[in-house]
């Protein structure tokens, strides 16, 4: 079955410092997935998909089918990147599944 | 290009009373969704709907929720009748074809049973 599995609530780390969110999936296809951002008081919005391997506000996130995973990254933590993230596949063409998401609280 | 747009933005009742939330979804995406997000955890799909027809609702208590898409346009979710349990933030998205396409959220609504 398909599942999206990311083990941390809450991540606190400090302005300047490396963070990685993680996320690991179950799925016996090959996976596209996507991290999506939820900033207070707005929407769920898509931050990248792994297809594109592009860097979105500093963050990367790199597919790794042999742990299966694809957590995301960034070297240097800044306040604003402080919202909830979630890690997301795709599948079966139309539909989607969301992890339960992390928490990044970035320090001051 | 005009996001999705639900209504109303909150909503407060009291138990076995009913609500209905309503969805516009993005111009020309076929595929809408009803995600349901209680409180400290992820968004959990409840319907999808492929123009106006129903594609998943494996996870819709349909003893209380129904939904519809009528003209395959906007869509409409209802419970009836509301239990504490269904207070959660009630995510609507859309999405154009294709797997790799990403779904564009709505602000939610708020439902408060009380």
């Known amino acids: 079955a398909q599942r999206v599995t990311q083990p941390e609530k809450l991540l606190s780390v400090f302005k300047g410092a490396p963070v990685e969110l993680k996320c690991n999936y179950s799925?016996?296809?090959?996976?596209?997935l996507f991290w999506y951002v939820q900033y207070s008081r707005q929407r769920l919005q898509l931050l990248l998909r792994?297809?594109s391997r592009e860097s979105i506000k500093g963050f990367t996130a790199d597919l790794n089918k042999g742990e299966t995973s694809f957590h995301l990254k960034k070297p240097f933590a800044q306040e604003e990147d402080s919202a909830m993230y979630y890690c997301?596949?795709?599948?079966?063409?139309?539909?989607?599944?969301f992890g339960a998401g992390t928490r990044l609280f970035v320090k001051a | 290009e005009a996001g999705v747009a639900q209504s109303p933005r909150y909503k407060i009742i009291e138990k076995r009373q009913s609500v209905a939330f309503w969805c516009n979804p993005i111009?020309?995406?076929?595929?809408l969704y009803w995600y349901q997000q209680i409180l400290g955890q992820g968004p959990k799909l409840l319907i999808q709907?492929?123009?106006?027809?129903?594609?998943?609702d494996s996870q819709l208590p349909k003893d209380r929720f129904s939904a519809e898409r009528l003209k395959g346009v906007d869509s409409t979710l209802k419970i009836q009748p509301a239990k504490l349990e269904d207070s959660a933030v009630y995510l609507c998205?859309?999405?154009?074809?294709?797997?790799?396409?990403?779904?564009?959220f709505g602000q939610g609504t708020r439902l408060t049973v009380v």
């Open positions: 998205a859309s999405k154009a074809e294709g797997a790799s396409t990403e779904a564009f």
């Open positions: 792994h297809i």
């Open positions: 997301a596949l795709p599948f079966g063409g139309f539909k989607t599944i």
């Open positions: 111009s020309g995406h076929a595929t």
């Open positions: 709907f492929q123009n106006n027809g129903v594609v998943d």
């Open positions: 799925y016996s296809g090959s996976p596209e």
